[in-house]
């Protein structure tokens, strides 16, 4: 009878081979493939949101800085304004919206509304108004209209305030 050596345990292979390293990055290859399609589509789908917030974000802004200028103005009595255009209904503060359609903020006398001052951009509509519904005691009261221009010209956005020339609350 002859007898053979007991088997030698086998050595615990410490790592990965070449093999499965080569295959792991081809897996993760197809996966990153695969899903570059989603991620583009997720950024496309953004950009209209995000247009639509930064013309949001303007609007509020102009809105704040024409209700600012009312509050510092005294209360009088106020003509009709030109078209797109608050006039001289805040002193010495106009806004107004130019050729390119910009609210600007500019001068009762820069009648070409020519000021560098621009507080809001894709502009369609401002008005100024004396609301309907004022009456005597309400003082000298304007209703602040401005519309803009959604994301790649589509979808208006209209936002408006009443406001008191002087300040105070409604």
């Known amino acids: 009878m002859v007898l053979s050596p007991p088997p030698r345990p086998a050595r615990a292979q410490r790592g990965m081979t070449l093999v499965e390293v080569l295959i792991a990055a081809a897996v993760g290859a197809l996966l990153l493939a695969a899903l570059a399609p989603v991620a583009r589509l997720g950024g496309q789908a953004s950009a209209p949101l995000r247009d639509t917030s930064e013309a949001l974000y303007q609007g509020r802004f102009a809105l704040q800085r024409v209700a600012a200028a ?25 806004f107004c919206v130019n050729a390119t359609g910009s609210l600007v903020e500019t001068t009762p006398s820069d009648t070409s509304c020519s000021g560098s001052t621009v507080i809001a951009e894709r ?18 009261v304007a209703d602040v209209s401005l519309t803009l221009t ?5 979808g208006a956005i209209t936002l408006g305030e009443r406001m008191r020339l002087g300040g105070g609350t409604l």
Do not use: H, I, Q, R
Not at 79 to 85: E, H
Not at 150 to 154: A, E, L, M, T
């Open 70 to 94: 009312a509050a510092a103005t005294a209360p009088a009595a106020v003509l009709p304004p030109p078209a797109k255009s608050s006039g001289n209904w805040f002193g010495t503060v106009m």
């Open 123 to 140: 502009v369609s509509a401002f008005s100024v108004a004396v609301p309907a519904t004022a009456g005597a005691s309400d003082g000298e």
């Open 150 to 154: 959604g994301p790649g010209g589509g």
